[in-house]
């Protein structure tokens, strides 16, 4: 028979796990998407710096979805709405990439 405690500490390391995966996921786009931007100043637009759209669409909706979840977590400890916890929750979330 399982132990009901082993099947919860199981699924906080879970949790845990996929928090630390999605911050470093969104520490990764937020980096790339950076040296791009950098790269672009000087030469024009950010898609003669080699930006792909797919690839900018598909980071976007990414980080979009980290971002809500984030979010949402946040929630349980902060009563704000979310349009004004949106800026803490992205600042917990590098927080969080940085530690992983």
């Known amino acids: 028979m399982r132990d009901c405690r082993d099947t919860g500490m199981q699924r906080l390391l879970m949790a845990e796990t996929l928090g630390l ?6 520490a990764e786009i937020l980096d790339r998407h950076r040296d791009v931007l950098k790269r672009a100043a000087p030469e024009g637009t ?9 690839q900018f669409a598909a980071d976007d909706a990414i980080f979009t979805a980290v971002l809500d ?17 949106w800026c803490d929750a992205l600042l917990s979330l590098l ?3 940085q530690s992983a």
Not at 21 to 26: L, T, V
Not at 46 to 54: S, Y
């Open 69 to 85: 979840a984030a979010n949402e977590c946040l929630a349980r400890f902060d009563a704000r709405p979310a349009d004004e916890r």
């Open 21 to 26: 995966a999605m911050a470093r996921r969104a």
């Open 46 to 54: 950010p898609a003669e710096a080699g930006l792909d759209a797919a």
């Open 95 to 97: 927080d969080l990439a």
